[in-house]
């Protein structure tokens, strides 16, 4: 088992930055690959950004891409979202995910039922 905690959410103004932090405890996470994902008020959860488990891949969906960073040190079992430029319709419940690395990963990254283990949530809320 694995379990998620997220950390870093909070109230911004529109161009500010808020760093999200996912601490992962019960097992390392070297293997497997991370993942935020985020769900707006009355919204299906999306997909927001993922990284490998040896951090030599992510995936941003195209409306962060050039404003959110993710990474992740190993040695911390922490995976981190930096988020610059947040825009009012970046306000959500951020999640962290894990799921074991596979020869799928890389054509099912963005889908939630992919997968294991979700932390609780973090808000981020991003004033205009």
């Known amino acids: 088992q694995v379990q998620l905690v997220e950390s870093g959410g909070g109230l911004v103004q529109a161009g500010g930055s808020l760093r999200l932090s996912c601490a992962a405890s019960g097992r390392t996470i070297s293997r497997y690959n991370m993942g935020w994902f985020r769900q707006a008020a009355g919204k299906e959860r999306e997909f927001v950004a993922t990284?490998?488990?040896?951090?030599?891949?992510?995936y941003y969906t195209d409306s962060v891409k050039g404003r959110f960073i993710i990474s992740r040190d190993n040695a911390k079992n922490t995976v981190y979202l930096q988020m610059n430029v947040l825009k009012p319709e970046d306000t959500a419940v951020y999640y962290c995910a894990a799921r074991m690395t596979s020869l799928s990963y890389s054509g099912t990254y963005s889908l939630d039922d992919k997968y294991d283990y979700w932390g609780q949530g973090t808000q981020v809320t991003v004033s205009s």
């Open positions: 990284i490998s488990w040896n951090g030599f891949s992510t």
